[in-house]
């Protein structure tokens, strides 16, 4: 998306399109990859595999299903697990270790048949495979251990911005500034009899945390005039 404010300048939004078919894959993939497995009685629906951006959150979908029985039923606790290690629960007990603390919560309503979970700061380690484990004090328990979760992760394509001023003056050119981090070039050539443009583009990796704020670029003229100008980074 690209917005003009003011100043005889323009920027420029690139992004590769190996980018946009990857997040339409993603979009599809979502959409297919379900399981249901069972255990006699017992039954769980979750994706087999999620598509998740590093450094952002993943909600995984979980329904479970267990035999009904007519006494009253007061407790249920739920266990997310890789391998033998509880990586989210509702159970205050069971503390977990310092890789998922703070970052991992179940977020369905257990006795409603909900296992959905949430993980947050996807680390490129979090692939799993994860399972779903439920536990009724009062009635049984059931590991769906055949019925795993995988988290493929990726990272964005680079993305490229440019930001271009014209001026009169190449013995001062204006100063160009931006307000992310990245792989910078600035160069200036000559556009006519009369005017000169200088052009700075930026190239860097945008994190899930950059999407929905703009990127802007100051321009800074001899006498420290400035203006400046953005572009709202959208997936």
Request: glycine content about 6%; proline content about 5%; aromatic content about 12%.
């Amino acid at each position: 998306m690209l917005k003009k404010l003011q100043g005889e300048w323009i920027i420029t939004l690139k992004i590769k399109k190996m980018y946009l078919k990857l997040w339409l894959s993603i979009l599809m993939v979502c959409g297919m990859a379900e399981s249901i497995g069972s255990g006699k009685d017992w039954h769980i629906s979750v994706p087999s595999k999620i598509p998740v951006l590093q450094g952002s959150c993943v909600v995984i979908p979980c329904k479970y299903v267990y035999p009904k029985k007519a006494k009253t039923l007061m407790t249920w606790r739920g266990y997310w697990k890789r391998g033998n290690t509880v990586v989210a629960t509702n159970f205050p007990n069971v503390k977990l270790t310092d890789e998922f603390n703070h970052r991992s919560r179940i977020k369905g309503f257990l006795e409603s048949g909900n296992c959905t979970w949430q993980l947050n700061h996807v680390r490129k380690t979090d692939t799993g495979p994860f399972y779903f484990k439920i536990e009724i004090p009062q009635y049984k328990s059931f590991t769906f251990s055949n019925n795993k979760v995988t988290l493929d992760i990726y990272l964005l394509n680079e993305l490229t911005a440019t930001c271009k001023v014209t001026h009169a003056c190449p013995s001062s050119p204006p100063k160009l500034f931006w307000s992310h981090t990245g792989m910078i070039e600035t160069k200036s050539k000559k556009k006519n009899e009369l005017l000169w443009t200088t052009m700075s583009t930026i190239t860097f990796t945008p994190q899930e945390a950059d999407f929905n704020k703009p990127l802007n670029c100051t321009v800074r003229f001899h006498g420290r005039k400035t203006t400046h100008s953005s572009v709202l980074l959208i997936k």
